[in-house]
């Protein structure tokens, strides 16, 4: 167990850190998916601006 107050909080705001880049992660990959099984231009113009945000968001 950590000592330091610092690296107590530092332990609380990496968790919280890795449960948003968890969930950001999963929802960026199940949109990947939606894209890749899109068969028109229509129905992918709109999802592939917002995988892009989601890929910048991640990087």
Do not use: E, W
């Given at each position: 167990?950590a000592?330091h107050?610092?690296?107590?909080?530092?332990?609380?705001s990496?968790?919280?850190k890795?449960?948003?880049?968890r969930?950001q992660?999963?929802t960026?990959?199940?949109?990947?998916?939606?894209l890749?099984?899109?068969t028109?231009?229509?129905?992918a113009?709109?999802?592939?601006?917002?995988?892009?945000?989601m890929?910048?968001?991640?990087?």
């Amino acid at each position: 167990m950590a000592n330091h107050k610092s690296s107590i909080k530092r332990i609380r705001s990496n968790a919280a850190k890795r449960l948003r880049n968890r969930y950001q992660a999963k929802t960026t990959r199940n949109a990947i998916k939606r894209l890749r099984g899109t068969t028109t231009k229509v129905d992918a113009a709109p999802l592939l601006s917002k995988v892009i945000s989601m890929l910048d968001r991640l990087a």
